[in-house]
């Protein structure tokens, strides 16, 4: 089963991925964190990677495309995978659909979480991820038990250097044009699932669940 995570920077879609990919026994490919890995790790990719990131625009689609292709054709993405995202644009969702169909797979669904912009800004504003297992928190919405460190894994939070107020404005700039037309796209060959991404995470979480789980 392939699924989709798809939604601006700040809908949620990083946490609702992971719970789902866990609950579904599937791997969790998250483009945006693989190249904060590649990045960390100071490889090639993260090198090239890093100066589109900062300004909040798409790394070109075909360095984009070979990363994640490399990860669902390994082992462990073979049975299945949660995509977090990716694709981010035309081009990468039409080089997602022939690499899948030349093994004979399709995507299943396309999970839409939608948020307004209001509610996308305060939350990518005041933002903190655990450096380990990427958990996000919010000062002062959610914070973390102890200040700076991860409620889960103990992990130290940081800031993203993406989430400056002028990132954030192209970020979301770049998501309106690049992405939002996928939901169009999905929508017309009849796989998203749209749900509403305001109100708690496990409120979101079931809805998901619910949509998921209602049409299979
Ligand atoms: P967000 O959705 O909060 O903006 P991500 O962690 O998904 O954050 O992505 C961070 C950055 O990584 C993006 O702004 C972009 O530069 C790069 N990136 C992630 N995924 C893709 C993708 N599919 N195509 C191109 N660039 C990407
Ligand atoms: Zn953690």
């Given at each position: 089963m392939y699924i989709i995570f798809l939604g601006?920077?700040?809908?949620?879609k990083g946490t609702q991925a992971a719970n789902m990919a866990r609950k579904l026994n599937l791997v969790h490919i998250a483009s945006g964190d693989l190249f904060r890995q590649a990045l960390e790790q100071g490889t090639e990719l993260g090198i090239k990677a890093k100066s589109y990131m900062e300004r909040g625009v798409l790394v070109p689609s075909q360095i984009t495309i070979d990363m994640v292709l490399e990860h669902i054709s390994a082992p462990d993405g073979e049975g299945g995978a949660v995509l977090d995202g990716f694709p981010r644009n035309l081009e990468q969702a039409e080089a997602l659909e022939k690499a899948l169909a030349q093994q004979g797979k399709a995507i299943d669904k396309v999970v839409y979480i939608k948020v307004s912009k209001e509610e996308l800004l305060k939350r990518l504003s005041g933002r903190w991820i655990c450096r380990q297992c990427q958990t996000p928190y919010h000062a002062p919405d959610s914070p973390p038990r102890?200040?700076?460190?991860?409620?889960?894994?103990?992990g130290e939070l940081y800031q993203r250097p993406d989430d400056t107020e002028e990132s954030v404005r192209k970020r979301l700039e770049v998501y309106s044009a690049e992405t939002a037309p996928l939901i169009d796209y999905y929508g017309r060959v009849g796989k998203l699932v749209e749900i509403?991404?305001?109100?708690s995470e496990a409120e979101v979480d079931r809805r998901i669940t619910a949509a998921l789980g209602g049409e299979r």
């Open positions: 601006a920077p700040g809908a949620g102890v200040w700076g460190k991860c409620d889960k894994c103990g509403d991404g305001e109100g």
